[in-house]
């Protein structure tokens, strides 16, 4: 019984072929968009999460300067953070995998009559562990480079392209600001962030050594530390604060001259912003659904008057109105269905292209796709009932006497 009503009205649709379109068409643009929405959405909050990942597993950092306020810029302090701070913390501080004191300086790096604008970073090999950085080619700098201040360097794939091409940069020597380093090694290449940033644009030497030749000072810019597995981010955090103020002498009465931030909480805000931004879109994106809806009803209750005989002679040879009411509920819900399934496939394609576009994951949802797909099944019977209805309460003998 079910079957043959389906197959009636696939032939009322195929009967009517431009008319069908144009009626599912409010659907088809419906569920397209908020398909689209919905997984470009996904693709964009996956993308910033990886790229707060990349920046290294259950990271903390720790600069100068007070925490921001609500709705206030955050307030730099005089006091920059010193070795004494990550030596600190090194001794005192439990559940973290790795600790590193680092400053960064972006410098013009010169090699033969080349030249290119490069993040230098001065670190030591901690830095490497808590950033999740590897090295491909060569090796890190040791301890001994380390106290020495040692003129020798790893450069990531940006600057290697551009000195040296394809050939292995190792044992090369370029010139960083002013002073003469040695390539001990290349970075795994890491491409670029969702923010635009190249993160393979980037030079690597020692702490002691940026210090003296680069930036001619003892400041530290920023203390990454790497929470172990076993350890809460949002634990560590706690225990960071207490032993940097220990450090610096700030008393109880006097607030933080420093923040910690943590890398998981802004990764989480960043995707909830992303999550509501896409929620508000689909919603908007979702109105076209109710009209489709509205057009459904329209063209039943226009189909209800064109087939009121058929209608009356289906009752004067034993048709029961519950009879009348199915099939014509099962015509809006198959037009919409044909609509949410045309709609799904447009979308899952708007995304795809989106995704290439912007070079996000494409990341489609299954059951984003079945909510589509039972949600034009719902807008064709809602809005299918009451023409469906009036077809039902037909009475025979006018029927048959329509025109």
Known sequence: MLLET??????SVRRNVLRSFLTLLGIVIGVAAVIAMLTIGSGTTAKVRSDISALGSNLLTVRS???????????????????????????HLLGARAISG????????????????????????????????????????????????????LVGETVRQQFFGSASPLGSTIRVGRMSCDIIGLLEPKGYTGFGQDQDNVVMMPLTTFQRRIAGNRNIETIYVAADDATPTSELQTRIEDIIRDTRRITADKEDDFNVR???????????????????????????????????????????????????????IGAHEKHILIQFLVE???????????????????????????SIPFAPSLAVVLMAVGFSALIGMVFGFFPALRGARLDPIEALRHE
Do not use: H, W
């Open 6 to 11: 389906i197959r009636l009205a696939l032939r």
């Open 65 to 91: 300067g007070r925490p921001p306020t609500p709705g206030q810029p955050p307030v730099r302090s005089n006091r920059p953070l010193e070795d004494k701070d990550v030596t600190a913390l090194r001794a």
């Open 102 to 153: 680092a400053s960064q300086k972006t410098v013009t790096v010169v090699s033969g009559t080349e030249s290119l604008s490069v993040s230098v970073t001065g670190s030591d090999t901690g830095y490497f562990d808590a950033r999740n950085l590897a090295v491909i080619d060569g090796r890190l700098y040791s301890d001994a480079e380390i106290r020495s201040g040692a003129n020798v360097c």
């Open 262 to 316: 943590d890398m998981t909480q802004i990764a989480d805000a960043m995707a909830s912003a992303t999550s509501t931004m896409t929620g508000m879109l689909s919603a908007v994106a979702g109105v076209s659904l109710l009209v489709g809806g509205i057009g459904i009803m329209n063209i039943m209750l226009v189909s209800v008057t064109e087939r009121t005989r058929e209608i009356g002679i289906r009752l004067a």
């Open 332 to 358: 809006a819900t198959v037009l919409s269905v044909l609509g949410g399934l045309i709609g799904i496939a447009i979308g899952l394609a708007l995304a795809g292209a989106a995704s290439l576009a912007l």
